[in-house]
């Protein structure tokens, strides 16, 4: 059974930054495409950024390019997400989510089918 567990959300101020981490339960990490997504109060679920499982590819969601980045490590079973000049409307519920030997960059919250409990992340002005 794959459990993963984000952590390092918070309150912060704009302008501040936020690093968030997802721990991934399995032996075999390294085959797993990841994500991040997000889903403010509502508001359907969004696409933040994905990796691939060797990490030598990401893809970022225009709405955080240049802000946000995505990254893993696969010798300890982590996605991190770096979120620099956070803004109010970064305010949101920030899931990692998993795919085993996954390749695509999807975009799309239905083509992963592991995810973590979320962790709350909330920007004030």
């Not at 918070?10 to 994500?35: E, I, M, N």
């Not at 994905?50 to 079973?77: E, M, Y």
Request: glycine residues 8%; charged residues 20%; aromatic residues 12%.
């Amino acid at each position: 059974q794959v459990h993963l567990a984000e952590s390092g959300g918070g309150l912060v101020q704009a302008g501040d930054s936020l690093r968030l981490s997802c721990v991934c339960s399995v032996s075999t990490f390294g085959s797993y495409g990841l994500a991040w997504f997000r889903q403010a109060p509502g508001k359907e679920r969004e696409f933040v950024a994905a990796i691939r499982p060797s990490g030598a590819s990401t893809n970022t969601a225009d709405s955080v390019k240049g802000r946000f980045t995505i990254s893993r490590d696969n010798a300890k079973n982590t996605v991190s997400l770096q979120m620099n000049s956070l803004k109010p409307e970064d305010t949101a519920v920030y899931y990692c989510a998993a795919r085993y030997n996954y390749i695509r960059l999807s975009v799309r919250w239905l083509d992963y089918n592991y995810w973590g409990q979320g962790t709350q992340v909330t920007v004030s002005s």
